[in-house]
């Protein structure tokens, strides 16, 4: 128990995760469903032919992951440190963020492809 009375609950290594891994993810899923989305709709009001969101959203893949991870570089130069240094603790929480904002984004382009093509 605490000073206040309340028992501390363990959460579980899972929970944790998921509250680490679930914010990039859902970032990335909507920069890419988003941009493919307005870039479609962009492409149909300048007259430049049918719009494809989910080529579109394909190509924003990257820039969802880079941008749910908080930048280009310094979370691959964190992950870069972290295997230097050995810290596997870090270097995992970093991974599941690295790892769930790339399924993020691909779920992204992922719905949009199964919308555009029905």
Not at 28 to 41: H, N, R, S, V
Not at 59 to 87: C, D, K, N, P, Y
Request: charge should be positive; charged fraction near 15%; aromatic fraction near 10%.
């Amino acid at each position: 128990m605490q000073g206040g009375g309340t028992p501390v609950r363990d959460t579980g290594w899972w929970r944790q995760a998921l509250a680490v891994a679930l914010p990039p993810g859902l970032l990335a899923l909507g920069i890419t469903l988003g941009g493919g989305l307005l870039g479609a709709w962009g492409t149909w009001l300048a007259g430049a032919g049918l719009p494809r969101p989910g080529a579109l959203a394909y190509r924003l893949r990257f820039w969802a992951v880079a941008a749910a991870m908080g930048g280009t570089f310094t979370a691959f130069e964190q992950i870069e440190r972290h295997l230097a240094s050995r810290g596997p603790r870090v270097l995992l929480r970093d991974l599941a963020v690295l790892g769930a904002a790339y399924l993020g984004a691909r779920a992204g382009a992922w719905i949009l492809n199964r919308l555009g093509s029905g």
